[in-house]
């Protein structure tokens, strides 16, 4: 029996790896095991709910608003021993996250081969996204399979001098969550019956959803976003849906600007069904998110995306995505045009979802067993 140790902390990670751990449990002679860091409590244990996996080992590191030199310092501690207790003959990552770094890190300390889920991923500015940049070259150094969503991130590897016979393209494994979070739904659409409300509210108006969380938005960001959202609102025929990112960095100004308009419903963070459903209800999405720019393509849905640079060009050469930064004007006169002009519009929505074909985890787990 050989054994997996798969180790995440917030909630795009277990999005992204749940299918692999459901898709690796299928596989004869491996033996799964899932540690969770805890790096985002309530947001992953939402992801946990719906998913019907269980941690076999809990870190719970998180504290409130902790720095990142502790949560990184945490992680290589607690993890150790784990690693030690359990001797894994991989560990599984995925991502940029600072639980993924340091779990890859202390998974070499112990000499034990790492797999990264989404590797390839850059912008090429350690600054933006920061700190994943550095965190995801840091994991790609050390990984010794490399799972690439697209030919772009493998290419971006070979350039690096990874090893082309440790790089497998597999597609993004969101798709594959994302497909089966519609497939339920559609089985059984009474699961996300506490949004009626909400879509009551906005019936008679177009749904711009939004998310916003990263670290380099917080402070002049937050401002600049919740001036556009607020003026976008005053158009009276669009309703913004915000789940809000718990982050009091985030909430505090979100809620400080945005709380009580008419045309704004800020939301609590939601868990993956009603997300997906809400991805689907939207006419255009407002958002700094990786998961969500690789989502959205494969509902039509144009994006916005609230940043100066992305590691997911794919979707803004497939022409479904555009970049505008957290510039108040530059996000207000591309929302203005796409809610305008029908033309922009369908041009933006009638592309092709370049991230995937759902079947990534299945690639991965065929890899490692
Ligand atoms: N998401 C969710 N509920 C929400 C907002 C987002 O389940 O209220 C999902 C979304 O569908 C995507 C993932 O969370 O799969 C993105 O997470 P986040 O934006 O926090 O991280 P990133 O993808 O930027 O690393």
Same mark, same amino acid.
């Given at each position: 029996?050989?054994?997996? /140790? ?20 299928? +596989? ?29 080992? =809990? ?36 991502? =940029? ?7 890859? /890190? @202390? ?17 090429? =500015? ?43 393209? !597999? ?37 711009? /959803?939004? !998310?916003?969380?990263?670290?380099? !938005? ?15 609102? +005053? ?19 979100? =809620? ?5 308009? +008419? ?23 407002? !958002? ?29 050469? @497939?022409?479904?995505?555009? /970049? ?5 004007? @530059? ?21 092709? +979802? ?16």
């Amino acid at each position: 029996m050989s054994r997996i /140790l798969v180790v995440f902390g917030t909630r795009p990670e277990a999005i992204k790896l749940c299918p692999v751990v459901s898709e690796l449990r299928k +596989s004869v002679g491996v033996d799964v095991r899932v540690c969770v860091t805890g790096q985002h409590r309530e947001l992953l244990d939402q992801v946990l709910r719906i998913s019907g996996i269980t941690p076999d080992i =809990d870190l719970d590191l998180m504290r409130h608003d902790q720095s990142l030199d502790r949560l990184t310092a945490a992680v290589l501690e607690e993890l150790g021993p784990v690693l030690e207790r359990e001797c894994p003959d991989c560990v599984v990552v995925q991502g =940029d996250t600072a639980s993924a770094m340091a779990a890859s /890190l @202390a998974a070499y300390y112990h000499k034990i081969p790492v797999a990264h889920v989404e590797a390839g991923l850059r912008s090429g =500015d350690i600054h933006e996204p920061w700190p994943e940049e550095v965190a995801r070259r840091v994991i790609s150094a050390i990984a010794s399979y490399h799972f690439a969503p697209t030919r772009r991130a493998a290419a971006a590897l070979l350039r690096e001098g990874v090893s082309e016979n440790t790089i497998f393209v !597999t597609g993004n494994t969101v798709v594959d969550a994302l497909l089966a979070a519609r497939a339920t739904l559609a089985r059984d659409p009474g699961l996300v019956a506490s949004l009626a409300p909400l879509v009551d509210k906005f019936a008679d108006k177009r749904i711009l /959803l939004v !998310t916003c969380h990263r670290r380099q !938005t917080f402070g002049i960001g937050v401002e600049k976003i919740a001036h556009a959202l607020l003026e976008l609102a +005053s158009r009276g025929d669009i309703g913004i849906v915000f789940p809000v990112h718990p982050n009091p960095n985030i909430r505090d100004g979100m =809620d400080r600007k945005l709380s009580g308009h +008419s045309s704004i419903a800020l939301i609590e963070p939601q868990d993956y069904l009603h997300f997906v459903r809400l991805l689907e209800l939207a006419y255009l999405i407002l !958002t700094d998110s990786g998961g969500v720019q690789e989502e959205a393509p494969v509902f039509g849905k144009p994006v916005l995306v609230m940043r100066d640079a992305t590691e997911r060009m794919e979707s803004i050469d @497939a022409g479904s995505a555009r /970049l505008v930064g957290t510039s108040t004007d @530059a996000i207000v006169s591309t929302a203005s045009l796409l809610l305008d002009d029908a033309d922009a519009y369908s041009a933006m929505a009638n592309t092709y +979802s370049p991230f995937g074909d759902g079947l990534a985890a299945q690639r991965i787990a065929a890899v490692l067993s």
